[in-house]
């Protein structure tokens, strides 16, 4: 059974900063990209940042200059926000893709609340 957890959100100001942790556990053949995702009310889940296996990297243009995506190992991934917005405020979920299986598992979400 794979599992991934989100930790790290909550409520902060207008240009605070969260970190966003995921962990990934149980059988999974190859995770070769992670990556965060969004969900506002009444929107579609969005991109936010995704990284590679190599390391390579890709955000949603809101974010860009905003948001580092890291990975400490091929388990664990971290978002960092910076300079927050109210437009920020939405579920965040992390996701694994698993290569040899092409399939995406998803977490729960954490929720990040960025009051104006």
């Known amino acids: 059974q794979v599992q991934l957890v989100e930790s790290g959100g909550g409520l902060v100001q207008a240009g605070g900063s969260l970190r966003l942790s995921c962990s990934v556990s149980?059988?999974?053949?190859?995770?070769?990209?992670m990556g965060w995702y969004r969900q506002a009310p009444g929107k579609q889940r969005e991109l936010v940042a995704l990284?590679?296996?190599?390391?390579?990297t890709d955000y949603g243009d809101s974010v860009k200059g905003r948001f580092t995506i890291s990975r400490a190992n091929a388990r664990n991934t971290y978002l960092q926000m910076n300079s927050l917005k109210p437009e920020d405020t939405a579920v965040y979920y992390c996701?694994?893709?698993?290569?040899?299986?092409?399939?995406?598992?998803w977490g729960q979400g954490t929720q990040v609340t960025v009051s104006s």
């Open positions: 996701k694994a893709h698993d290569g040899v299986r092409q399939r995406d598992y």
């Open positions: 149980g059988v999974i053949f190859s995770i070769n990209a």
């Open positions: 990284i590679n296996s190599g390391g390579s």
